[in-house]
């Protein structure tokens, strides 16, 4: 059994005192960053690599690649408990993990996102073992037109996200777009709407995004709200134990979010973020009572959780398989091989079998000890909550700046995230969702640059979109949407008029 | 404010006993530093010019007798890093190590770029040079670049080229190719090597030109055959690829050079002991074979005014390359 043989192989690699001592400090340093908001994986990848140069390759992947994943497990506590995401992928957990933690049961949440990432990474490094290359055939098999129409099925799903008018939502689905067209036009060269600052060639920092709409916007919401201690439910054993009810309905949603997620990070190029947003979109649409969505519902958490984890998992697969990496975190892991002159392609796996089986095997002892990591450690977030609120959040906002600093050691990042905090407070005084404003930002470019990379290759023929299967059956997953969409909607408001002339 | 002409006085003695100090040897080299030497790289950390930089630093440093820092200021193309070191203080502690190709054609390619190569930053020293392999996609079974040529010319429009990004120096040299052989090609920017590399390997775009490093691996494994490789000389590791020069085509058929820089205007005499430290570790075994490890060819200069005449040269064919072909405007 040739897969049995490469496992032992990566247990007698990954077993050795060093790695192991790296895979745990990989581990708690990628928790932790992830649960600071602001603070993220690549800047402290970045800053770690070139501690590198001093041990050994394996040694070397197996602790920044601890720090990628450990982080998706840190970034929703920040989410659920200040409903402010640690990291721009676990966003969408503000959505039910926020009204979770309000009616007492940020334990609960807490421990079952812990639960939710950790099934979520377990099973994709289980795929990874055992299919790595086939994935990554498929994986390469997508071409531009591909790419567009499932992105573009994500942007339909944003649709789904809004909570309250559809309206604003389109409307914020939309300033999403605009926001992620500043920058320089991958396809032509040209500036957008970058009015000379140099900081803002590459578009505008997602974090700083992410951070301004959601964190500090949070922060100035909550000046004068809270008085003291914010959460006066009493913290007990008990009200951290999920019910068996929470762990029955999750069971199907983290299922389903490992498999969006193991599909969506096999794509170089997607990301996390798109994968938990994905998540959350088809977890609301399957469920039977959509309502409860927005308002504390466990799906609602457990699916993006297990999503975002399985993704940041299956990005190796590309990665190690090909060397073609998915987003600059995995380049970076490349970077740390190249380092090493050890050159990234398609035949590394045959060429250092040790490298790869290691790393996979490290995989699961970094999940195991996450697992074991974090349930106490809920314990603790949880009475974060009980620091007052004049000591937590200038705290938070001072957080915010390092880790938007961190990025690109520009201080005008920081400048951009009070400037978003500003808009993400007008926005929440007038009603709009910054979730669908961060999708419609994250999609909105990779919809441009795929759409009109497939134009100029087909030199204007719009058919291609149609001829390719993949693209075509995203193509008709959208309609269906949009149609199952409008159809629900009008017989909610026949179901509606009716009452109402029952009345 | 005005100087006293005591103080003037001592200035002047100082600086007589620092030029005597500079021509003496050794021992006192370590006092023109004052503090730690960064080593700006203008690209995210475990790219090529990283790697060197990371590599160098530390031999630098026990040149100089200083700490040597790499700090990592990536965007628009190594721009925002080169801007950074170009408005640095001019006191010979702040280097940038880039690809410097893609920083001598953005004045003709993107807008808005508020320094000036020439006159804000100075040579130190090439660093190494890297050829590229024009790499074909698995689905064509062109047996040699002739054949490539001869249906880019039956088939107009019909072969698609990837490149790292509008004004990247491999979409610069593709642009050449296709100019000097008078083809229709279809030029596709890509975000970055790796994402164009994807292209080719998954078929969406026909061929591409890439350094070595990102090159030989899909090169050796089939993913994409070589047609040709650019530079002096065939690569040992693919003996039978011929190179651009052998098919007859031009000279300026590159690749990528790697070179450190420094802030213009910093002290002669620092540069210049910056200048000879360098090369002494460039001609070092130890650092040429990292260099080969990263599929580069060490390259140190013999003097810096070479390096200079060199840049300048590159840069004004490169704009009137650009302006003739229009680039930057379509």
């Known amino acids: 059994m040739e897969l049995f043989d490469n496992i032992l192989l990566g247990f007698s690699v990954a077993f050795t005192l060093d790695n192991l001592l790296y895979c745990a400090l990989g581990v708690t340093i990628g928790m932790f960053i992830g649960v600071i908001p602001g603070v993220g994986h690549l800047a402290a990848i970045s800053m770690l690599l070139p501690l590198t140069f001093y041990v050994p390759p394996t040694t070397a992947l197996v602790m920044l690649a601890g720090i990628y994943y450990g982080a998706q497990y840190g970034g929703s506590t920040a989410s659920i408990l200040l409903n402010l995401p640690g990291t721009p992928a676990s966003a969408v957990v503000c959505l039910d993990g926020y009204p979770m933690a309000q009616n007492g049961r940020g334990g609960v949440a807490l421990l079952m996102t812990t639960l939710a990432s950790f099934v979520g990474s377990f099973i994709t490094v289980f795929v990874l073992a055992a299919f790595a290359p086939p994935l990554a055939a498929f994986a390469v098999s997508f071409n531009s037109a591909d790419y567009f129409s499932m992105m573009l099925l994500g942007l339909v799903a944003a649709a789904i996200l809004v909570q309250g008018s559809p309206a604003k939502g389109a409307a914020a689905v939309i300033i999403g777009l605009i926001l992620g067209m500043v920058g320089t036009d991958v396809n032509t060269g040209v500036q957008r709407y970058t009015f000379g600052f140099s900081f803002l060639y590459d578009g505008i920092n997602i974090v700083a995004i992410a951070m301004g709409i959601f964190g500090i916007a949070e922060v100035i919401a909550n000046v004068g709200k809270i008085k003291g201690a914010q959460n006066d439910h009493k913290i007990t054993l008990r009200s951290l134990i999920p019910t068996a009810q929470d762990l029955k309905q999750s069971i199907m949603p983290m299922l389903r979010g490992t498999g969006i997620g193991t599909g969506i990070g096999i794509l170089p190029g997607t990301g996390t973020s798109i994968a938990s947003f994905l998540a959350y979109a088809i977890e609301k649409r399957v469920s039977r009572d959509p309502k409860k969505f927005g308002k504390g519902a466990i799906e609602g958490i457990t699916a993006p959780e297990s999503a975002n984890n399985a993704a940041a998992q299956s990005a190796f697969i590309p990665t190690l398989t090909l060397g073609i990496p998915g987003d600059a975190v995995m380049a970076l892991m490349l970077g740390a091989l190249l380092i090493h002159g050890i050159a990234p392609g398609p035949n590394v796996i045959t060429d250092n079998p040790g490298l790869f089986w290691g790393l996979v095997v490290s995989f699961l002892i970094g999940n195991v000890l996450l697992l074991i990591l974090n349930i106490p450690l809920v314990g603790v977030w949880v009475r974060l909550l009980k620091i007052p609120y004049p000591l937590l959040y200038p705290s938070i906002i001072l957080f915010i700046a390092i880790g938007v600093y961190s990025i690109n050691y520009s201080h005008l990042d920081i400048v951009l995230v009070a400037f978003f905090g500003l808009v993400g407070c007008l926005l929440l005084v007038l009603g709009f969702e910054p979730a669908p404003l961060l999708l419609g930002y994250i999609l909105g470019p990779m919809i441009e640059e795929n759409f009109r990379r497939t134009l100029l290759i087909s030199r204007g023929d719009m058919m291609v979109f149609l001829e390719r299967p993949v693209s075509a059956t995203f193509l008709a997953l959208c309609l269906f949407l949009l149609i199952w969409s409008i159809h629900s909607s009008s017989k909610e408001r026949r179901i509606r008029k009716r009452i109402e002339s029952s009345r | ?330």
């Open chain 2, 1 to 330: 404010m005005r100087t006293k002409p005591a103080t003037l006085l001592t200035a002047t003695m100082i600086t007589a006993a620092t030029l005597t100090l500079s021509l003496l040897p050794p021992p006192a080299q370590a006092q023109e530093f004052r503090g730690p030497v960064r080593i700006v790289v203008p690209f995210a950390p475990g790219g090529t010019s990283d790697i060197l930089a990371r590599h160098i630093a530390p031999r630098l440093s026990d040149e100089i007798g200083q700490p040597v820092i790499v700090e990592n200021k990536a965007g628009a193309g190594g721009n925002i890093g080169a801007d950074f070191v170009a408005k640095a203080a001019p006191n010979g502690h702040t280097l940038l190590l880039s690809d410097l190709t893609a920083l001598l054609a953005a004045p003709s390619v993107l807008s808005g770029i508020s320094y000036d190569i020439e006159k804000d930053l100075e040579p130190v020293t090439m660093v190494s040079y890297s050829p590229y392999v024009l790499g074909v996609a698995q689905r064509h079974s062109f047996p040699s670049f002739d054949e490539l040529v001869e249906y880019s010319r039956e088939n107009p429009g019909g072969l698609s080229v990837a490149t790292s990004g509008v004004g990247a120096n491999n979409h610069i040299t593709s642009e050449r190719l296709s100019h000097g052989l008078d083809l229709d090609w279809n030029i596709i920017a890509y975000r970055g090597g790796s994402d164009a590399t994807r292209a080719v390997v998954s078929g969406e775009t026909d061929m591409l030109l890439n350094g070595t490093t990102a090159s030989l691996p899909f090169a050796l494994s089939g993913q994409m055959t070589p047609l040709a490789v650019t530079g002096e000389e065939r690569l040992p590791e693919l003996p039978d690829t011929p190179t651009f020069r052998e098919l007859g085509l031009p000279g300026e058929m590159d690749g990528t050079y790697q070179a450190i820089l420094i802030t213009a205007g910093s002290p002669p005499e620092i540069i210049d002991r910056l200048h000879r430290a360098l090369v002494e570790i460039l001609d070092e075994e130890e650092m040429r074979g990292r260099i080969a490890e990263q599929g580069g060819i060490a390259t140190p200069s013999s003097s810096r005014e070479e390096v200079s005449e060199w840049m300048k040269a590159q840069k004004s064919e490169l704009a009137s390359f650009i302006e003739e072909s229009q680039l930057a405007e379509r």
